[in-house]
């Protein structure tokens, strides 16, 4: 069974820095890309960030609300998917999930981490 | 860049059918999108996948009253036999080479 957990969330100052991480089981890692999307409070879904399998480079793209800012990074020894947000501000606040991705679309998620940016 | 449209709200009574639109836009039309289900308080859970052609592959354990169809730029999620449990919002997202892309959301109220 897939399973995804987000941790590393918490209440940062505007213009600090946090670190997400999101460990995953059930199923081979380093076969797929990895998505984070947020949710602001009483907000839709907002794609931020996705680092593609080690056989598509593992390279990664952003959303140009984060690019710049926040960096996608993958543990494929781990099984881990991380996102270091630099320079957070008040729009940087919601729930972060990591979400497996399978030719494009998420398919599984996590139950996601609470980011809250205030002074 | 891709965008998807959805409409804000939809409702239906127990026991009816309701269905959800979610449209591509020009120059992407021909694209693959994904529904996903949100209930209240909730993390996002994967319904299903549903190409050009109609042609839908959901994810695990998604009941059979969930389908999904497409007819030029739209892409379809209907639910059947609405139960309580399906009062939630719907997105439908999209990808291209270097974006994700989700809609704004479709809030069903079941009466």
């Known amino acids: 069974e897939v399973h995804l957990v987000e941790s590393g969330g918490g209440l940062v100052q505007p213009g600090r820095s946090l670190r997400l991480s999101c460990g995953a089981s059930?199923?081979?890692?380093?076969?797929?890309?990895m998505t984070w999307v947020r949710q602001a409070p009483g907000k839709g879904l907002e794609w931020v960030a996705f680092?593609?399998?080690?056989?598509?480079?593992?390279?990664?793209e952003y959303a140009a609300s984060v690019r710049g800012r926040f960096t996608i990074s993958r543990d494929d020894s781990e099984s881990i998917v991380y996102l270091q947000m630099n320079s957070l501000t008040t729009e940087d606040t919601a729930v972060y999930y990591c979400?497996?991705?399978?030719?494009?679309?998420?398919?599984?998620w996590g139950q996601g981490t609470l980011v809250t940016v205030s002074s | 860049q891709p965008v998807l449209t959805q409409s804000p709200s939809a409702s239906a009574s127990l026991g009816a059918s309701v269905k959800l639109t979610c449209t591509l836009n020009?120059?992407?039309?021909?694209?693959?999108i994904a529904w996903h289900q949100q209930q209240p308080e909730k993390g996002p859970r994967y319904l299903m996948k549903?190409?050009?052609?109609?042609?839908?592959t959901k994810g695990d354990g998604i009941p059979d009253r969930f389908s999904g169809a497409s007819s030029g730029a739209e892409r379809y999620l209907t639910i059947s036999s609405l139960q309580s449990e399906d009062e939630a919002d719907y997105y439908c997202?999209?990808?291209?080479?270097?974006?994700?892309?989700f809609g704004g959301g479709t809030k069903v109220t079941v009466l």
């Open positions: 059930g199923f081979t890692f380093g076969d797929h890309a």
């Open positions: 020009s120059g992407h039309s021909r694209g693959a």
């Open positions: 680092i593609r399998s080690k056989d598509f480079g593992g390279t990664t």
């Open positions: 549903v190409n050009s052609d109609g042609s839908h």
């Open positions: 997202q999209t990808w291209d080479n270097d974006n994700r892309v």
């Open positions: 979400g497996r991705e399978t030719g494009g679309s998420t398919d599984y």
